[in-house]
């Protein structure tokens, strides 16, 4: 008994002390923040990869800080893949790359308007690169917004990352991208990612920060256009994405003039297809509920006439909004970055697969489209 007991103890203590048969070593691996992809000469794909350097992550004499050594390098490479590409940077390093800390895939407007299906399929297909990861385009090079130095952050990718979060703007992840892209119905679309100077109207070129600014409007896989932050905005009203913003309404002369800002508190949309002997038209449903932060004028809010005509106004500039991107979308791109065509599948599933799947481009370009805005403003503040 003391001799099966002695061996099983020592099997346990065998299986307790053996270690990770595939681990790997921080030391043995390069760390990749940021994947950027751009085109190369003679059509071919340069990937620009945003390494970490962990000796200076952290410390308070990093790039982030303005001083000091870098806390990432860029590495590029061309192929005529991304995978070739990626392989080809490997050559180099005497560390393995690393993929699945990166969280910001950005890529080029030359390349986008070539097709970005077989970026896609290497971001879903290769085990390491996150398909959470947040995907953006930029009309420059990826590779000069990679290679930019942080201002608030140790590392550039973190920034990108952190204002995508901060729903200041649209937050694509590459698998909502590849959904959009198998979906019927829905055009793919993603942020625009810039460089902005720091300060307005500054001389000094070299104060840059990193912004997200608009979007990039998609038919199938290849970038068609963009639009900029207004129409963004109608976009984001439209696709029920609103989470906070400000609504400013300038207040007449004939009124006193000045300036009223209302916070955003909660919106909701829903839109309604119709089928009604044999054509289909939509309706936009926009409720909204804001309280006002700032007031500047002379309108004495605590009257009902004033709140009235003050909801009125916000329900216009939120209508008017939401026409402009959506008479963009269809007389300009002829994209259903909308959606509309997915609500139509939800709600007439059999007319949309014998009626309108084949040719959803020319009726999405005609379907009418109606607008009802509904706004309340629902606190006013305590000064009269």
Sequence with gaps: MKVIRMHLLGVTAMILLTGCWNRIEINDIAIVTAIGLDLAEGEKLRLSLQVAVPSKLGST??????????????????????SEAYRNIQGKLSRRIFFSQSRVLLIGEELAKKGVHHIIDFHTRYAEPRI???????????????????????????????????NVGLKIYVRDFLNMLLTDGMEPFAPQYTLESLEVNAKNKSGKIQAVDGIAVFKKDKLIGWMDEVETRGLLWLRNEIKTGVITIKIPEEDGSGNISMEIVRADTNIVPILKHGEIKLTVNVISELSVIENDSKLKLYETRVIEEIQKNIENEIRDKIQIVVDIAQKEYQSDILGFGQSVYKKYPKEWNTNYKKNWEQEFAQVKVTINSKAFVRRIGLIK
Excluded: C, D, W
């Excluded at 982030?64 to 893949?81: A, C, F, H, L, R």
């Design 132 to 166: 959470n990861s947040f995907i953006m385009f930029t009309k420059g090079k990826a590779s000069k917004i990679i290679n930019n130095m942080p201002k608030f952050e140790s590392v550039s990718a973190e920034e990108m990352k952190e204002l995508a979060k901060m």
């Design 61 to 82: 004499g990093g790039s982030g800080g303005g001083t000091g050594g870098k806390s990432t390098i860029v590495i590029s490479e061309t192929g005529e893949t991304v």
